[in-house]
């Protein structure tokens, strides 16, 4: 949705996860889910937009840099994904 500059709200949030059926969910549901994950909305320019909590992005951060760590050192560990979360 940034990409295509598209102003992100739960409203769209929620028709885009409908157009592509990835889920069926109330709007207050996904309010409440986007919190959970450590989202907020932030209002700029008299327009809100959503926006990752500081902590989120430290911890996506940390997370890559062992992972790169981890695939360059001589005993790397196989590394399996299980769920993917995005917005």
């Keep these: 949705m940034y990409k295509e500059r ?3 709200t ?3 949030i929620r ?3 409908g157009k592509k059926e990835i889920i069926d969910i109330k709007k207050t549901s996904l309010n ?3 919190k959970e994950l450590g989202f907020k909305f932030k209002k700029e320019d008299n327009r ?3 926006i ?4 989120i992005s430290a911890k996506r951060g940390q997370f890559l840099r ?4 981890n695939k ?3 005993f790397s560990r196989e590394v399996v994904f299980l769920d993917e979360t995005w917005i």
Excluded: C, I, N, W
């Excluded at 062992?66 to 760590?69: F, P, S, V």
């Design 52 to 55: 990752e909590k500081t902590a």
């Design 32 to 34: 409440f889910v986007l």
């Design 15 to 17: 028709e885009e996860l």
């Design 72 to 74: 360059m050192s001589d």
């Design 48 to 50: 809100r937009a959503l």
């Design 10 to 12: 739960v409203k769209t």
């Design 6 to 8: 598209k102003h992100v």
């Design 66 to 69: 062992k992972y790169q760590e």
